[in-house]
C-alpha cells in the first residue's frame, strides 16, 4: 500500500474493490436524477426518511434469506456491539415502524440512500449503490399497490425511460400450485434458460408431473388482486401490455414477500430489471409481534443512471456552473471579481479564475474542459469602457457588451 | 435483544448509541435546507463530487492526528481488507486529486455526505452526521480563500442566519512565535477557560515568559495574506466586525491546517461553531508526492438544521404533500382515484386516502396529524354534481367547487 520514494512516504491513492468516486459530471447528472425522483414521489403523497447506515446486526440477519445474510457487511464496533451496514431499506422501514408509536397506521414513505454489499463484483454488481424506495405501511387495500406502480411508471417516464413495463406476480399462485421455495427459485431462472430447462430442473428435483404443472402455471389467470390493480391503473390512463403485464411464472429471490410481486423491465435498454417490489404483510410483524401489512418497490439508482446517460435520455449538462468569469492579471483581479459577485446577485451560477497568473488561453481550456457554456473576458480596454467580452463556448461566437447586458443574457 | 413473547421471536427495535432515524417532518426540513446549501454551492461555481463510505484504512490513519485516529469506525471487510468509515471529506477529495489525471488542476467541488466518528455521545455529539464542504486545489491565491469564506456567509444567509461571523487566523502567526503543537492545543481553549487560566497553562507547560509571549499573540497584526482576502470580502460587499474578524489566538484542533484558518460563530444561538475550515497545502501531497495547495470549510449539517428549526429561521413545512383526497367508500375509491390523477397531472403534491373503509372523521385526523394543508371529501353528492368540497385545514374553511377550480385553487 505504501510506495517509498524520495524518502517520504506516499499512500497509493485507490478505491476498494466495487467502490466508486462519481467525480463532478457524474455527481451532478445522479442529483440531477435523484431531484426528478424525489419530485414524482412527492407527486404522489410520499415523504422522506432517513436511517443510519449502520444497525444493530440482529437488525439486519435472518429477514433477506441465508444467501443474502453472507453478503452483509458485519463488524464489531468499538463497544463490542454487533453491527451491519444497511443492505436494503425496507428492514430499517420495518424497524422504524415498530420503534415510533406517533407514526401514524397508514405510513407513506420514500427512502434515497445508499445499501451496501460484499457482493461478487466480478459480475458487475457493486457493493456500494443508492436504493430509491417507495413503501406504503398499514394497508392491505389493493388501491397501495396500485399506487406503487403508478408511481413507479410515471417516475420512469419522468426519467425519459417511457419504454417500461412493469410485471406484475401474486406469490399466493406458487402457494397454491404446491410449489417449494427451492421449485421458486427454478422458476426464476425461466427468462435465463427457457421452458425446457426449468421442466427438467423441476424434474430432478422430483417433481414427476413437472411438465404439467408448468403448463398449469405458465397458463394462470391473474388474482382477484392483481385484477383489482389493473382496473385502478387503468382507470389512471394505463393499459395492459404497455404499462402493465401478469407473469404467472415470475418469482423474486427475497424471502420476505408474501402476495403481489414485480418488477420493471425495460427491454430496449437492458435485459435486467430496473426496480422490484412486492407485498411484505409478515415482515414488520418480526418487529412489533402483530403483522402489518405492507407494499414497496426499490428502484436500482445506479443501473438506472447507467441507462439514462447511455442512451441519452435526458439532457444533463457536465456541470452545474454557467459562465466562467476569466481574470487578466493580478491587478484586474477585483475587476473580475466585482463581475462575478454581480453574476452570483442575480442567481447565476458562476465561477471566477482563481490563478491570477494563468494565461487567458489556460482559462478558456478550462471552461472547455469542464464545459462551461459561457466565459467573461476583460482586461484593461474593457474595464476602461465599461464593458465585458461575453465567449459563447458552444457557438464560438464573441461579442463585446455592458453587464447590464450580461446578466440579462445569462439569466434566460 | 430478543424477546419471547407468545411463542413468537420478537426483534428488539432500537437505534445504535450516536445514530439517528429521521422521520418525515425533520427528514423533509433537512432536504429543503441541503437543497439551499446546495444552490449556494453551485452559485459560487462549485461542483458535486461523491466518494464511497468505505476506504481503506491506510487512506484515513494519521491524517487527522494521534487522537482522532481513536475515533475511526475501522475493522476487517470479507475479504480481509483494513477498512474504514468516511471520517470527514477532507481527505477522500485529497486521494480523488492523486487518483484521477483528468481532473483539472484547478478544482472546486463540494460534498454532502455523511460521516462516522466513534465519539463519545455524552457530550451530545452523534456517530454519523453529515457534512457539507467547499473546497478548492490547485492555487495559493489569496482570492480563493476569499471565495471560501464570501460563499459561507452567504449559505448562511440563504438559511436564515444572517447573525453569523467569520472568525481568521493564520497558523504561520503561532510558528513564528514560536508555538509548540500542545501550545497551540491550549490557546484553543481560551474562549473555554479565559485568558489568565491558559497562561497558566502555558506556564505549566514550561513556557517562562507566558504572560509576554501571550500579550504579544493577542496584539498581532493580520498577515498579508488575511489582509487581502479582507480586501477581496470587503469588495463583495461584507466587511470587518460585522461579517469576519481576524482572531490572532484561534487554532483549530486538526493537524493538517497550513495557513489560513476559519470557524463560523453564530454567538446569538449557539457557542459552539457551526463551520470550520482552512488552507491545507500539505495533506494531498501524502497521496501524490508534490504538495498541491488547498483550502476549504466544513459546514456541521446537523447543528445548523437544529439551529434554523429551533429559532424558526426559515419556514419549513412539515411535509411535502399539498392536498389529501378522502375516500367516501370502496364503491366511491375510483371517483376519488380520479381527482387525485388529474392533481397529479397538473404537478401537484396529492396523497389519497389508502383504507376505503376508514370514517371520514379517521382521514381528516391523518390530514391533521401530518399537517397536510388541504382535504378533497367528495361523496355520491358531489360526484352526481361533478364537485368536490375543498377543506382549507388551517383556516377551518370549506367550500364547494369544480375540479377545475380545485386545480386552479391548488395550483397557486
Known sequence: MENQSSGKKIIKPQTLKGFRDFLPADANARNLIIQKIRKTFELY??????????????????????????????????????????????????????????????????????????????????????????????????????????????????????????????????????????????????????????????????????????????????????????????????????????????????????STIFEVKVESYTSSSLAGGGRYDKLIGQFTGNDIPAVGIAFGFDRLVDVILENNLISIGKTPSKVLVTVFNPEYEINSLDIATQLRKSSINTEIYLDPLAKLDRQLKYADQKDIPFVVVLGPDEVQKNVVQLKNMREKTQREITVEELVKILKT
Do not use: H
Open 45 to 258: 403523497g410520499f415523504e422522506p426518511l432517513e436511517t443510519p447506515a449502520l444497525e444493530y446486526a440482529d437488525t439486519l440477519l435472518g429477514k433477506y434469506g441465508s444467501e443474502a445474510d453472507k453478503l452483509l457487511y458485519l463488524f464489531n464496533d468499538r463497544g463490542g456491539r454487533k453491527v451491519g451496514l444497511r443492505y436494503d431499506q425496507t428492514v430499517p422501514l420495518s424497524r422504524v415502524i415498530a420503534q415510533y408509536p406517533q407514526i401514524p397506521r397508514l405510513f407513506k414513505r420514500y427512502q434515497i440512500q445508499p445499501v451496501w454489499r460484499a457482493d461478487n463484483t466480478q459480475k458487475g454488481r457493486y457493493r456500494e449503490f443508492v436504493q430509491c424506495d417507495i413503501d406504503i405501511v398499514g394497508t392491505e387495500a389493493e388501491l397501495a399497490d396500485a399506487e406503487i406502480i403508478s408511481c413507479t411508471l410515471n417516475t420512469f417516464n419522468e426519467l425519459g425511460i417511457t419504454q417500461r413495463i412493469v410485471w406484475l406476480n401474486d406469490r399466493t399462485i406458487f402457494d397454491n400450485l404446491g410449489f417449494t421455495k427451492q421449485e421458486i427459485i427454478i422458476l426464476d431462472k425461466l427468462e435465463k434458460i427457457g421452458d425446457q430447462a426449468v421442466i427438467e430442473e423441476l424434474k430432478k428435483m422430483g417433481r414427476k408431473n413437472a411438465a404439467e404443472i408448468f403448463t398449469l402455471l405458465k397458463n394462470t389467470q391473474p388474482t382477484p388482486r392483481i385484477k383489482k390493480i389493473f382496473t385502478a391503473l387503468e382507470k389512471e390512463g394505463f393499459s395492459e401490455k404497455k404499462d402493465f403485464l401478469f407473469v404467472p411464472y415470475m418469482a423474486r429471490g427475497l424471502d420476505y414477500y408474501t
